[in-house]
């Protein structure tokens, strides 16, 4: 048996024939369940013109203004970056932390990579880097929380409608569609393909030299 | 003792982190198309699972118990719990958020919990399952359990927006212990292995 006619689960350790799903089709597999693979129309190409776009949108949605409120005269906007100083400020350090991770750090180097791997991989340019930037990429994909974080600005301007008005801002809007474009990006993301990608160019460069 | 259709049955081990077969005929150090370890299934799962929720279990009640912010207005404090929270909301008339806020911060934790107990048990006793189902139940905690954080993130906004002179918005120790437990339960579900549900059942 040749190792590379066969894929097995992730989930229950099944044997299966490696499936080779058309563009828009999905394997299943066939005793858990489990989405194995759903090829997309050129998810290189996508995912590098997407992760241009969201290595943009990262700077306006953390440098303009989100969410304002006026009490008493004063208005108060906020940023992603002063939640994470306000925490920080009252001594909250540990959750100061956690949230500067999962809403600014992690969806910033999530991008960046995804970038540097989709652009390498569409310029077919090799780099010795490619295969540990996969593996971080797939690591931090569970930690980027920009949706969760949403949910949160919604709930936060629920509680907050009752005591004041609110004024949203530019960076809100950024915020948004930085959501939608990560959101389309990983699952466009077909991380097989990527591999299949990465090793071949791996073993034309190892020819080449 | 795996059941019969399974890959390392054949001899064969997936790649945890790139998904390339390997024939354990060769024992392979690494992988050869990523190079990272090569586990069968993953190491000490059950153990480290279950420290992760006895850790998590543990902080789930101080995270209940203690106020997760205090309101400062005019000189007078009201500390909230998560609960107290809930229940202000619904009072106000937002039934939808209220609801939505109950489900991200004690039904989901206290669900992942139980869940992550129950595979626990399930995968150490070999207990004779609907491993499918079982499975399903898995992927669904290991999938809900980062929404739990919203909590935290709206704190994280409350505690930085209502910051003036007489009114105050201040975090409470609730609130660490509540991250600990969302993060502590995320990397228990990413330790267990759902394929030891596969291995133990005898007919398949
Ligand atoms: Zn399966
Ligand atoms: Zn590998």
Redesign the pocket.
Known sequence: MNSTNYDACPECDLLLRSAQPKIGEKAHCPRCGLLLSRPRKQSVERTFALSIAGFILVFPANLLPMVGITILGNVNTGILLSGVVALFNEGMVAVAIVVFLASILFPLVHISLSLLISGHLYFNRHNRFLVGWMHWMHHLDEWVMLEVYMLGIIVACVKLMALAPLKFGWGLYAFIALIIITTMLTSGLDTGLFWQRIEQLTKENNHDS | MTAKANALAQGFIR??????LVKTVDHPPS?P????HLHARRPHSLQRTTALLFSSFFLYIPANIFPIMTVNQFGTGEPNTIAGGIIELIDSGMLPIGLLVLVASILVPSSKLIGIGLLLLCAHFRWQINARRWTVMYRVIAFVGRWSMLDIFMISILVDLVNFGAVQIIAGPAATAFASVVILTMFAAENFDPRLLWDNQKNL
């Open positions: 790649c945890h982190d790139c998904g390339y992988c198309r990523c190079d990272s």
